[in-house]
T-cell receptor, first 114, second 114 residues
Framework: EAQVTQNPRYLITVTGKKLTVTCSQN?????MSWYRQDPGLGLRQIYYSMNVEVTDKGDVPEGYKVSRKEKRNFPLILESPSPNQTSLYFC?????????????FGPGTRLLVL | AQSVTQLDSHVSVSEGTPVLLRCNYS??????LFWYVQHPNKGLQLLLKYTSAATLVKGINGFEAEFKKSETSFHLTKPSAHMSDAAEYFCVVSGASGYSTLTFGKGTMLLVSP
């Protein structure tokens, strides 16, 4: 089944403890992206990648890192999480990088930073 | 630059009555426009998209949207609401960067009463 998977789905952590949220797609998509969703703000893009080893900042990149060493994986890294990073995170991918492409979303990861 | 304004944060309808969710966009380019739906505790699902072909776009589950360039609008409609339509709906624009970078509206919660 074609899909975007994220792990973990739920995570509770403490301030300053490094964590990684994994994202994987099995559709051979070029473009991958991370978003965070906060009440009343919709989804905002954190980072995106147009291919292996090609990543760039989105609208809210502060406090996050990403890497794209393989085409299928795009992990999101929080080196020193803070409470303001408590949010619902979505990974997405699309076949191509053009603006008409449809992005497919993972199921989301709910993160609570204490 | 691009932006999206969803004119209503909440819309309440009765089952069997029409649905109208309003969206205005701003873009310096000829954009692609999308509507995504998010059911409670679920990921995002694409309802429909406009990519400069027909201005009236039909999507899944009986939804459709009309692209009106003169009004910079992309309103979502459905002739008859069903209880299962209760969800949050996001209007999304893409195109400013030429790449698959999405800008989300803040969402409209659709409430359907029996």
């Amino acid at each position: 089944e074609a899909q975007v998977t994220q792990n973990p789905r739920y995570l509770i952590t403490v301030t300053g403890k490094k964590l990684t949220v994994t994202c994987s797609q099995n559709m051979n998509h070029e473009y991958m992206s991370w978003y965070r969703q906060d009440p009343g703000l919709g989804l905002r893009q954190i980072y995106y990648s147009m291919n292996v080893e090609v990543t760039d900042k989105g609208d809210v990149p502060e406090g996050y890192k990403v890497s794209r060493k393989e085409k299928r994986n795009f992990p999101l890294i929080l080196e020193s999480p803070s409470p303001n990073q408590t949010s619902l995170y979505f990974c997405a991918s699309s076949l191509g990088v053009g603006f008409q492409e449809t992005q497919y979303f993972g199921p989301g990861t709910r993160l609570l930073v204490l | 630059a691009q932006s999206v304004t969803q004119l209503d944060s909440h819309v309440s309808v009765s089952e069997g009555t029409p649905v109208l969710l309003r969206c205005n966009y701003s873009s310096s380019y000829s954009p692609s426009l999308f509507w995504y739906v998010q059911h409670p505790n679920k990921g995002l699902q694409l309802l429909l998209k406009y990519t400069s072909a027909a201005t009236l776009v039909k999507g899944i589950n009986g939804f459709e949207a009309e692209f009106k360039k003169s009004e910079t609008s992309f309103h979502l409609t459905k002739p008859s609401a069903h209880m299962s339509d209760a969800a949050e709906y996001f209007c999304v624009v893409s195109g400013a960067s030429g790449y698959s970078t999405l800008t989300f509206g803040k969402g409209t919660m659709l409430l359907v009463s029996p």
